[in-house]
DNA sequence: TAGATTGTTAATCGATTAACAATC
DNA sequence: TAGATTGTTAATCGATTAACAATC
Protein backbone atom coordinates (compact mmCIF):
# COMPACT_ATOMS: atom_id res chain seq x y z
CA UNK A 1 0.00 0.00 0.00
CA UNK A 2 1.16 3.46 -0.99
CA UNK A 3 1.56 6.36 1.82
CA UNK A 4 2.37 10.03 1.35
CA UNK A 5 3.02 12.40 4.14
CA UNK A 6 0.36 14.67 4.86
CA UNK A 7 1.85 18.29 3.86
CA UNK A 8 0.69 21.58 3.46
CA UNK A 9 1.31 24.05 0.39
CA UNK A 10 1.56 27.42 2.13
CA UNK A 11 1.36 29.25 -0.63
CA UNK A 12 -1.41 28.35 -2.51
CA UNK A 13 -3.47 25.91 -0.34
CA UNK A 14 -4.31 22.57 -0.19
CA UNK A 15 -5.12 19.73 -2.77
CA UNK A 16 -6.38 16.63 -2.21
CA UNK A 17 -5.00 13.72 -4.25
CA UNK A 18 -6.88 10.66 -4.64
CA UNK A 19 -5.15 7.25 -4.72
CA UNK A 20 -7.04 4.21 -5.24
CA UNK A 21 -4.63 1.23 -5.28
CA UNK A 22 -5.37 -1.71 -6.84
CA UNK A 23 -6.34 -4.41 -4.55
CA UNK A 24 -10.09 -4.54 -4.07
CA UNK A 25 -9.67 -1.57 -0.24
CA UNK A 26 -12.43 0.87 0.51
CA UNK A 27 -11.18 3.45 -1.53
CA UNK A 28 -9.37 5.58 0.36
CA UNK A 29 -8.69 9.40 0.11
CA UNK A 30 -5.21 10.09 0.72
CA UNK A 31 -4.04 13.86 0.38
CA UNK A 32 -1.22 14.29 -1.07
CA UNK A 33 0.17 17.57 -2.10
CA UNK A 34 1.87 18.44 -5.53
CA UNK A 35 4.01 21.33 -5.19
CA UNK A 36 3.36 24.18 -7.56
CA UNK A 37 6.52 23.51 -9.95
CA UNK A 38 5.63 20.15 -10.93
CA UNK A 39 1.98 21.45 -11.82
CA UNK A 40 3.50 24.62 -13.84
CA UNK A 41 6.06 22.15 -15.72
CA UNK A 42 3.00 19.81 -16.77
CA UNK A 43 1.66 22.14 -19.31
CA UNK A 44 5.37 22.73 -21.12
CA UNK A 45 5.25 18.42 -21.13
CA UNK A 46 2.02 18.79 -22.69
CA UNK A 47 2.34 21.48 -25.38
CA UNK A 48 5.43 19.52 -26.82
CA UNK A 49 3.77 16.37 -26.58
CA UNK A 50 1.17 18.17 -28.79
CA UNK A 51 4.10 19.23 -31.06
CA UNK A 52 5.66 15.50 -31.30
CA UNK A 53 2.24 14.24 -32.03
CA UNK A 54 1.76 16.94 -35.38
CA UNK A 55 4.92 15.41 -36.34
CA UNK A 56 3.98 11.85 -36.50
CA UNK A 57 6.51 10.91 -33.41
CA UNK A 58 5.00 8.13 -31.38
CA UNK A 59 7.00 7.23 -28.65
CA UNK A 60 9.21 9.42 -26.46
CA UNK A 61 11.88 8.77 -24.10
CA UNK A 62 12.35 11.24 -20.64
CA UNK A 63 15.64 11.99 -22.00
CA UNK A 64 14.66 13.11 -25.44
CA UNK A 65 11.88 15.23 -24.20
CA UNK A 66 14.01 16.75 -21.30
CA UNK A 67 16.70 17.45 -24.43
CA UNK A 68 13.48 19.63 -26.10
CA UNK A 69 12.19 21.18 -22.88
CA UNK A 70 15.51 21.72 -21.43
CA UNK A 71 14.87 19.85 -18.39
CA UNK A 72 16.27 16.88 -17.14
CA UNK A 73 15.01 13.60 -17.69
CA UNK A 74 14.40 12.79 -13.66
CA UNK A 75 12.95 15.60 -13.51
CA UNK A 76 10.31 14.48 -16.28
CA UNK A 77 10.19 11.45 -14.62
CA UNK A 78 9.85 12.19 -11.36
CA UNK A 79 7.11 14.50 -12.04
CA UNK A 80 5.14 12.19 -13.62
CA UNK A 81 5.39 9.56 -11.30
CA UNK A 82 3.27 12.12 -8.94
CA UNK A 83 0.71 10.71 -11.05
CA UNK A 84 1.39 6.99 -11.69
CA UNK A 85 3.55 4.92 -13.90
CA UNK A 86 2.89 6.01 -17.48
CA UNK A 87 5.24 5.01 -19.26
CA UNK A 88 7.14 1.66 -20.09
CA UNK A 89 10.20 0.14 -19.22
CA UNK A 90 13.17 -0.06 -22.21
CA UNK A 91 10.37 1.66 -24.03
CA UNK A 92 9.39 5.59 -23.46
CA UNK A 93 5.89 7.40 -23.28
CA UNK A 94 3.27 6.78 -25.81
CA UNK A 95 3.34 10.13 -26.87
CA UNK A 96 -0.63 10.25 -27.13
CA UNK A 97 -1.27 8.52 -24.26
CA UNK A 98 0.90 10.24 -22.17
CA UNK A 99 -1.03 13.39 -23.50
CA UNK A 100 -4.37 12.08 -22.63
CA UNK A 101 -3.26 11.18 -19.10
CA UNK A 102 -1.87 14.91 -18.61
CA UNK A 103 -4.96 16.43 -20.09
CA UNK A 104 -6.74 14.96 -17.55
CA UNK A 105 -4.34 15.60 -14.26
CA UNK A 106 -4.61 19.27 -15.45
CA UNK A 107 -8.12 18.86 -15.95
CA UNK A 108 -8.43 19.94 -19.61
CA UNK A 109 -10.66 17.39 -20.57
CA UNK A 110 -13.72 19.71 -20.06
CA UNK A 111 -13.68 23.10 -21.72
CA UNK A 112 -13.28 25.76 -19.23
CA UNK A 113 -15.78 28.30 -19.86
CA UNK A 114 -13.84 31.84 -19.28
CA UNK A 115 -14.78 35.62 -18.84
CA UNK A 116 -12.53 38.73 -19.31
CA UNK A 117 -13.13 41.93 -17.33
CA UNK A 118 -11.02 45.13 -19.00
CA UNK A 119 -10.87 44.99 -23.01
CA UNK A 120 -7.84 47.02 -23.18
CA UNK A 121 -5.28 45.79 -25.35
CA UNK A 122 -4.33 43.02 -22.89
CA UNK A 123 -7.72 41.54 -22.41
CA UNK A 124 -8.17 41.62 -26.46
CA UNK A 125 -5.04 40.18 -26.79
CA UNK A 126 -6.25 37.41 -24.58
CA UNK A 127 -9.44 37.02 -25.97
CA UNK A 128 -8.16 35.49 -29.12
CA UNK A 129 -5.34 33.96 -27.46
CA UNK A 130 -4.79 30.78 -29.90
CA UNK A 131 -2.85 28.94 -26.89
CA UNK A 132 -5.83 29.34 -25.04
CA UNK A 133 -8.16 27.84 -27.30
CA UNK A 134 -5.77 24.37 -27.60
CA UNK A 135 -5.65 23.65 -24.69
CA UNK A 136 -9.38 24.22 -24.00
CA UNK A 137 -10.32 27.07 -22.57
CA UNK A 138 -13.41 28.87 -24.15
CA UNK A 139 -14.05 32.62 -23.84
CA UNK A 140 -17.40 33.10 -23.11
CA UNK A 141 -17.65 36.90 -21.68
CA UNK A 142 -15.99 39.95 -22.28
CA UNK A 143 -16.86 42.96 -19.70
CA UNK A 144 -15.80 46.45 -19.87
CA UNK A 145 -17.40 49.57 -18.43
CA UNK A 146 -16.01 51.78 -21.38
CA UNK A 147 -18.95 52.69 -23.82
CA UNK A 148 -16.90 52.86 -26.88
CA UNK A 149 -15.95 49.19 -26.49
CA UNK A 150 -19.60 48.22 -24.98
CA UNK A 151 -21.11 45.97 -27.86
CA UNK A 152 -18.35 45.75 -30.14
CA UNK A 153 -17.57 42.47 -31.43
CA UNK A 154 -13.86 40.61 -30.25
CA UNK A 155 -13.29 37.57 -31.69
CA UNK A 156 -17.48 36.60 -31.92
CA UNK A 157 -17.91 37.46 -28.20
CA UNK A 158 -19.74 41.11 -27.81
CA UNK A 159 -18.26 43.08 -25.10
CA UNK A 160 -20.87 43.40 -22.35
CA UNK A 161 -21.29 46.11 -19.66
CA UNK A 162 -19.31 44.84 -16.56
CA UNK A 163 -22.40 45.93 -14.72
CA UNK A 164 -23.92 42.78 -16.01
CA UNK A 165 -21.15 40.58 -15.38
CA UNK A 166 -22.18 39.01 -11.95
CA UNK A 167 -25.38 38.17 -14.03
CA UNK A 168 -24.01 36.91 -17.38
CA UNK A 169 -21.44 34.64 -15.27
CA UNK A 170 -23.93 33.13 -13.60
CA UNK A 171 -26.26 32.22 -16.69
CA UNK A 172 -23.48 31.46 -18.70
CA UNK A 173 -21.97 28.86 -16.07
CA UNK A 174 -18.48 31.30 -16.48
CA UNK A 175 -15.98 29.32 -14.40
CA UNK A 176 -12.87 31.11 -14.48
CA UNK A 177 -12.18 34.92 -14.76
CA UNK A 178 -9.75 36.98 -16.10
CA UNK A 179 -8.77 40.25 -14.74
CA UNK A 180 -7.24 43.33 -16.72
CA UNK A 181 -8.49 45.58 -15.57
CA UNK A 182 -6.64 48.68 -13.59
CA UNK A 183 -5.04 47.66 -10.30
CA UNK A 184 -7.82 50.44 -8.50
CA UNK A 185 -10.73 48.09 -9.31
CA UNK A 186 -9.30 44.94 -9.77
CA UNK A 187 -10.65 44.08 -6.32
CA UNK A 188 -14.34 45.46 -6.97
CA UNK A 189 -14.20 43.31 -10.02
CA UNK A 190 -12.82 39.88 -9.02
CA UNK A 191 -15.72 40.10 -5.82
CA UNK A 192 -18.06 40.60 -8.31
CA UNK A 193 -16.93 37.50 -10.23
CA UNK A 194 -16.79 35.79 -6.99
CA UNK A 195 -20.26 36.66 -6.40
CA UNK A 196 -21.18 35.44 -9.84
CA UNK A 197 -19.53 31.72 -8.94
CA UNK A 198 -16.09 32.05 -9.91
CA UNK A 199 -14.08 29.98 -8.09
CA UNK A 200 -10.46 30.71 -10.44
CA UNK A 201 -9.41 33.95 -11.44
CA UNK A 202 -6.13 34.85 -13.05
CA UNK A 203 -5.47 38.12 -12.76
CA UNK A 204 -3.07 40.78 -14.49
CA UNK A 205 -3.22 43.43 -12.39
CA UNK A 206 -0.52 44.21 -9.64
CA UNK A 207 -2.43 44.03 -6.62
CA UNK A 208 -2.87 41.20 -3.75
CA UNK A 209 -6.32 40.05 -4.38
CA UNK A 210 -8.69 39.29 -1.14
CA UNK A 211 -10.78 36.81 -1.63
CA UNK A 212 -12.49 34.05 0.16
CA UNK A 213 -10.33 30.97 0.65
CA UNK A 214 -12.22 28.73 -1.76
CA UNK A 215 -11.54 31.10 -4.86
CA UNK A 216 -8.28 30.12 -6.57
CA UNK A 217 -6.72 33.04 -7.13
CA UNK A 218 -3.15 33.43 -9.33
CA UNK A 219 -1.44 36.39 -9.89
CA UNK A 220 0.60 37.26 -13.34
CA UNK A 221 3.09 40.02 -12.90
CA UNK A 222 4.04 41.07 -16.54
CA UNK A 223 6.87 43.54 -15.09
CA UNK A 224 8.43 41.16 -12.92
CA UNK A 225 9.85 39.67 -16.41
CA UNK A 226 11.40 42.96 -17.56
CA UNK A 227 12.94 43.13 -13.86
CA UNK A 228 14.53 40.53 -13.52
CA UNK A 229 16.07 40.52 -17.34
CA UNK A 230 17.24 44.31 -15.56
CA UNK A 231 19.08 42.29 -12.68
CA UNK A 232 20.68 39.74 -14.50
CA UNK A 233 21.94 42.85 -17.05
CA UNK A 234 23.07 44.77 -14.23
CA UNK A 235 24.68 41.96 -12.73
CA UNK A 236 26.17 40.09 -15.22
CA UNK A 237 28.95 37.58 -15.16
CA UNK A 238 32.37 38.76 -15.92
CA UNK A 239 33.92 38.38 -19.26
CA UNK A 240 36.22 35.77 -18.06
CA UNK A 241 33.71 33.27 -16.88
CA UNK B 1 34.94 39.15 6.57
CA UNK B 2 32.20 37.76 5.01
CA UNK B 3 32.53 34.50 3.14
CA UNK B 4 29.58 33.05 1.18
CA UNK B 5 29.80 30.00 -0.42
CA UNK B 6 30.45 29.40 -4.34
CA UNK B 7 27.36 28.44 -5.53
CA UNK B 8 25.91 27.60 -9.00
CA UNK B 9 22.19 28.28 -10.13
CA UNK B 10 21.34 25.69 -12.49
CA UNK B 11 18.57 27.21 -14.92
CA UNK B 12 20.00 30.37 -14.74
CA UNK B 13 23.38 31.13 -15.19
CA UNK B 14 25.93 32.65 -12.73
CA UNK B 15 26.68 35.72 -11.19
CA UNK B 16 28.76 37.56 -9.75
CA UNK B 17 28.37 40.27 -6.90
CA UNK B 18 31.01 42.36 -5.42
CA UNK B 19 31.32 42.31 -2.13
CA UNK B 20 33.66 45.42 -1.11
CA UNK B 21 34.59 45.10 2.83
CA UNK B 22 34.24 48.22 4.72
CA UNK B 23 38.29 47.63 6.02
CA UNK B 24 40.79 48.86 3.35
CA UNK B 25 41.49 45.40 1.80
CA UNK B 26 41.68 44.93 -2.05
CA UNK B 27 38.16 44.93 -3.58
CA UNK B 28 36.88 41.40 -3.79
CA UNK B 29 35.32 40.21 -6.19
CA UNK B 30 33.78 37.29 -4.52
CA UNK B 31 30.78 34.83 -6.19
CA UNK B 32 27.54 35.16 -5.01
CA UNK B 33 24.46 33.48 -6.06
CA UNK B 34 21.21 35.22 -5.45
CA UNK B 35 18.08 32.76 -6.18
CA UNK B 36 15.32 33.60 -8.30
CA UNK B 37 12.95 33.44 -5.73
CA UNK B 38 14.39 36.37 -4.21
CA UNK B 39 15.02 38.30 -7.85
CA UNK B 40 11.02 37.59 -8.23
CA UNK B 41 10.03 39.60 -4.93
CA UNK B 42 12.18 42.44 -5.10
CA UNK B 43 10.00 44.04 -7.54
CA UNK B 44 7.35 43.10 -5.33
CA UNK B 45 9.15 45.49 -2.24
CA UNK B 46 9.68 47.85 -4.73
CA UNK B 47 6.09 48.45 -5.87
CA UNK B 48 4.05 48.35 -2.52
CA UNK B 49 6.90 51.03 -1.45
CA UNK B 50 6.02 53.32 -4.35
CA UNK B 51 2.62 52.92 -2.89
CA UNK B 52 3.92 53.22 0.87
CA UNK B 53 5.66 56.47 -0.32
CA UNK B 54 2.49 57.99 -2.15
CA UNK B 55 0.61 57.41 1.09
CA UNK B 56 3.01 59.51 2.79
CA UNK B 57 4.83 56.70 4.86
CA UNK B 58 8.15 57.45 5.79
CA UNK B 59 8.54 53.70 7.48
CA UNK B 60 7.73 50.28 7.65
CA UNK B 61 8.71 47.42 9.37
CA UNK B 62 9.21 43.97 7.63
CA UNK B 63 6.08 42.64 9.89
CA UNK B 64 3.94 45.39 7.91
CA UNK B 65 4.93 45.12 4.77
CA UNK B 66 4.81 41.17 4.50
CA UNK B 67 1.28 41.26 5.75
CA UNK B 68 0.44 43.74 3.07
CA UNK B 69 2.25 41.38 0.20
CA UNK B 70 1.36 38.65 1.79
CA UNK B 71 5.00 37.10 2.38
CA UNK B 72 6.78 36.62 5.72
CA UNK B 73 8.43 39.24 7.87
CA UNK B 74 11.44 36.84 7.76
CA UNK B 75 11.35 35.94 4.48
CA UNK B 76 11.43 40.32 3.74
CA UNK B 77 14.24 40.31 5.83
CA UNK B 78 16.00 37.32 4.48
CA UNK B 79 15.45 38.88 1.29
CA UNK B 80 17.28 42.08 1.50
CA UNK B 81 20.07 40.90 3.49
CA UNK B 82 21.22 39.16 0.32
CA UNK B 83 22.23 42.53 -0.77
CA UNK B 84 23.47 44.80 2.67
CA UNK B 85 21.52 45.79 5.72
CA UNK B 86 18.71 48.57 5.11
CA UNK B 87 17.04 48.64 8.03
CA UNK B 88 17.42 50.35 11.38
CA UNK B 89 17.04 47.51 14.56
CA UNK B 90 13.98 48.51 16.52
CA UNK B 91 12.36 50.84 14.05
CA UNK B 92 12.48 49.65 10.45
CA UNK B 93 12.87 50.31 7.11
CA UNK B 94 13.09 54.11 5.50
CA UNK B 95 11.11 53.83 2.67
CA UNK B 96 11.92 55.97 0.57
CA UNK B 97 15.64 54.35 1.38
CA UNK B 98 14.75 51.38 0.62
CA UNK B 99 12.87 52.03 -2.35
CA UNK B 100 16.20 53.47 -4.18
CA UNK B 101 18.43 50.44 -2.60
CA UNK B 102 15.80 47.83 -4.74
CA UNK B 103 16.42 50.52 -7.32
CA UNK B 104 20.12 50.13 -7.63
CA UNK B 105 19.69 46.35 -6.61
CA UNK B 106 17.80 45.36 -9.58
CA UNK B 107 19.34 48.12 -11.90
CA UNK B 108 16.36 49.93 -12.59
CA UNK B 109 18.54 53.36 -12.17
CA UNK B 110 19.16 53.72 -15.78
CA UNK B 111 16.59 53.83 -18.12
CA UNK B 112 16.69 50.56 -19.72
CA UNK B 113 15.39 50.97 -23.82
CA UNK B 114 13.49 48.39 -24.96
CA UNK B 115 12.14 47.00 -28.26
CA UNK B 116 9.25 44.81 -28.83
CA UNK B 117 8.72 42.61 -31.81
CA UNK B 118 4.92 41.52 -32.87
CA UNK B 119 2.80 44.46 -32.50
CA UNK B 120 -0.51 42.17 -32.20
CA UNK B 121 -2.56 43.45 -29.44
CA UNK B 122 -0.41 41.95 -26.80
CA UNK B 123 2.71 43.68 -27.98
CA UNK B 124 0.30 46.73 -28.32
CA UNK B 125 -0.46 46.51 -24.66
CA UNK B 126 2.66 45.91 -23.57
CA UNK B 127 3.69 49.02 -25.58
CA UNK B 128 1.78 50.76 -23.52
CA UNK B 129 1.90 49.17 -20.24
CA UNK B 130 2.13 51.86 -17.35
CA UNK B 131 4.10 49.84 -15.21
CA UNK B 132 7.27 49.16 -17.28
CA UNK B 133 7.48 52.90 -17.77
CA UNK B 134 6.74 53.41 -14.20
CA UNK B 135 9.93 51.09 -13.49
CA UNK B 136 12.10 53.01 -15.65
CA UNK B 137 11.58 50.77 -19.07
CA UNK B 138 11.40 52.61 -22.14
CA UNK B 139 10.19 51.52 -24.95
CA UNK B 140 11.86 53.18 -28.30
CA UNK B 141 11.14 50.28 -30.95
CA UNK B 142 8.76 48.49 -32.81
CA UNK B 143 8.61 46.25 -35.14
CA UNK B 144 6.26 44.27 -37.03
CA UNK B 145 6.15 42.15 -40.87
CA UNK B 146 2.33 43.62 -41.52
CA UNK B 147 1.99 46.46 -43.76
CA UNK B 148 -1.06 46.88 -42.01
CA UNK B 149 0.29 47.49 -39.27
CA UNK B 150 4.01 49.12 -40.09
CA UNK B 151 4.07 53.09 -40.10
CA UNK B 152 1.51 53.35 -37.12
CA UNK B 153 2.11 55.66 -33.90
CA UNK B 154 1.78 52.57 -30.85
CA UNK B 155 2.29 55.13 -27.71
CA UNK B 156 3.97 57.68 -29.42
CA UNK B 157 6.30 55.36 -31.58
CA UNK B 158 6.18 54.59 -35.14
CA UNK B 159 6.30 50.63 -36.19
CA UNK B 160 8.97 49.73 -38.37
CA UNK B 161 9.74 46.96 -40.51
CA UNK B 162 11.40 44.19 -38.82
CA UNK B 163 13.47 43.91 -41.54
CA UNK B 164 15.33 47.18 -39.84
CA UNK B 165 15.11 45.90 -36.78
CA UNK B 166 18.67 45.12 -36.35
CA UNK B 167 19.67 48.21 -37.81
CA UNK B 168 17.42 50.27 -35.44
CA UNK B 169 18.39 48.21 -32.38
CA UNK B 170 21.75 49.29 -33.02
CA UNK B 171 20.91 52.60 -33.69
CA UNK B 172 18.97 53.52 -30.86
CA UNK B 173 21.11 51.13 -28.54
CA UNK B 174 17.98 49.28 -27.30
CA UNK B 175 18.90 46.76 -24.86
CA UNK B 176 15.85 44.46 -24.06
CA UNK B 177 13.45 42.63 -26.51
CA UNK B 178 10.55 41.63 -25.88
CA UNK B 179 8.99 39.05 -28.54
CA UNK B 180 5.20 38.86 -29.02
CA UNK B 181 5.40 37.20 -32.36
CA UNK B 182 3.97 33.92 -33.16
CA UNK B 183 5.85 30.76 -31.69
CA UNK B 184 6.86 29.98 -35.48
CA UNK B 185 9.24 33.04 -35.95
CA UNK B 186 10.00 33.69 -32.69
CA UNK B 187 13.56 32.13 -33.01
CA UNK B 188 14.32 33.90 -36.30
CA UNK B 189 12.57 37.08 -34.54
CA UNK B 190 15.75 36.46 -31.42
CA UNK B 191 18.36 35.39 -33.39
CA UNK B 192 17.66 39.42 -35.22
CA UNK B 193 17.86 40.78 -31.99
CA UNK B 194 20.54 39.36 -31.09
CA UNK B 195 22.94 40.33 -33.93
CA UNK B 196 21.95 44.18 -33.50
CA UNK B 197 23.07 44.10 -29.97
CA UNK B 198 20.91 42.69 -27.45
CA UNK B 199 22.05 41.25 -24.54
CA UNK B 200 18.16 40.64 -22.76
CA UNK B 201 15.07 38.98 -24.02
CA UNK B 202 11.61 38.54 -22.92
CA UNK B 203 9.80 36.02 -24.95
CA UNK B 204 6.31 35.25 -24.92
CA UNK B 205 6.26 32.76 -27.51
CA UNK B 206 5.72 29.31 -26.04
CA UNK B 207 9.06 28.25 -27.67
CA UNK B 208 12.32 27.43 -26.09
CA UNK B 209 14.86 29.54 -27.83
CA UNK B 210 18.38 28.37 -28.78
CA UNK B 211 20.23 31.87 -28.24
CA UNK B 212 24.37 32.28 -26.75
CA UNK B 213 25.01 31.67 -23.32
CA UNK B 214 26.12 35.75 -23.01
CA UNK B 215 22.22 36.76 -23.67
CA UNK B 216 20.03 36.02 -20.82
CA UNK B 217 15.92 35.26 -22.06
CA UNK B 218 13.36 34.86 -19.71
CA UNK B 219 9.84 33.00 -20.95
CA UNK B 220 6.59 34.92 -19.97
CA UNK B 221 3.76 31.69 -20.45
CA UNK B 222 0.90 33.03 -20.17
CA UNK B 223 -1.25 29.35 -20.24
CA UNK B 224 0.52 28.14 -17.79
CA UNK B 225 -1.25 30.60 -15.21
CA UNK B 226 -4.50 29.09 -16.82
CA UNK B 227 -3.30 25.81 -16.61
CA UNK B 228 -2.60 25.65 -12.99
CA UNK B 229 -6.35 27.16 -12.43
CA UNK B 230 -8.14 24.36 -14.40
CA UNK B 231 -5.55 21.25 -12.34
CA UNK B 232 -6.81 23.45 -9.20
CA UNK B 233 -10.12 23.55 -9.90
CA UNK B 234 -9.98 19.99 -10.25
CA UNK B 235 -8.18 18.60 -7.64
CA UNK B 236 -9.95 21.09 -5.24
CA UNK B 237 -9.98 20.21 -1.73
CA UNK B 238 -13.50 18.23 -0.20
CA UNK B 239 -16.07 20.51 1.55
CA UNK B 240 -15.12 19.69 4.75
CA UNK B 241 -12.06 21.12 4.90
C1' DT C 1 19.40 -12.39 -24.36
C1' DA C 2 21.31 -7.58 -24.31
C1' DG C 3 20.23 -2.90 -24.38
C1' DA C 4 17.27 0.66 -23.10
C1' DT C 5 14.54 3.21 -20.19
C1' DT C 6 11.34 3.58 -16.59
C1' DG C 7 9.91 4.10 -11.61
C1' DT C 8 11.62 4.48 -7.06
C1' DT C 9 14.59 5.05 -3.30
C1' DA C 10 18.48 7.53 -1.27
C1' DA C 11 21.58 11.56 -1.27
C1' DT C 12 22.19 16.19 -2.03
C1' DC C 13 21.20 20.64 -2.45
C1' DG C 14 18.77 24.88 -1.66
C1' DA C 15 15.13 27.67 0.19
C1' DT C 16 12.17 28.85 3.95
C1' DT C 17 11.19 29.19 8.79
C1' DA C 18 12.44 29.73 13.54
C1' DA C 19 15.00 31.63 17.08
C1' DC C 20 17.56 35.03 19.13
C1' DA C 21 21.44 38.20 19.93
C1' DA C 22 22.42 42.84 18.63
C1' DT C 23 21.00 47.41 18.83
C1' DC C 24 18.19 51.42 17.80
C1' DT D 1 15.70 51.97 30.31
C1' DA D 2 12.14 49.02 28.00
C1' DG D 3 10.14 47.81 23.78
C1' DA D 4 10.68 47.00 19.09
C1' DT D 5 12.70 45.27 15.18
C1' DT D 6 16.56 44.11 12.52
C1' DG D 7 20.30 40.93 10.84
C1' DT D 8 22.17 36.42 11.34
C1' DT D 9 22.77 31.82 12.58
C1' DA D 10 20.67 27.27 13.15
C1' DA D 11 16.87 24.05 12.17
C1' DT D 12 13.58 22.45 9.14
C1' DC D 13 11.48 21.55 5.20
C1' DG D 14 11.03 20.59 0.35
C1' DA D 15 12.70 20.03 -4.28
C1' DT D 16 16.15 18.33 -7.37
C1' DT D 17 19.66 15.08 -8.63
C1' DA D 18 21.83 10.64 -8.57
C1' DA D 19 21.78 5.89 -8.58
C1' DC D 20 19.96 1.65 -9.59
C1' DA D 21 16.75 -2.28 -9.49
C1' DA D 22 12.89 -3.65 -12.22
C1' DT D 23 11.36 -4.82 -16.61
C1' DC D 24 10.08 -4.09 -21.36
Known amino acids: ??????????????????????????????????????IERLPLYYRDLLLLQDAGIDIISSEKLGERLGITPEQIRKDLTCFGAFGKKGVGYYVSELGQQIVEIIGLQQHWKVGIAGIGHLGWALANYKTFGRLGFRTEGLFDVDH?????????IVVTPISEMEETIRRAGIQIGIITTPASVAQQVADQMVAGGIRGILSFAPIRLNLPPHVYVFREDLSIGLSRISYYLTNKPEQDE
Open 1 to 38: MFMYAVNFNRTEGRLIYKLCEARKEPIMRQKKVISDAV
Open 148 to 156: RIIGQNVGG
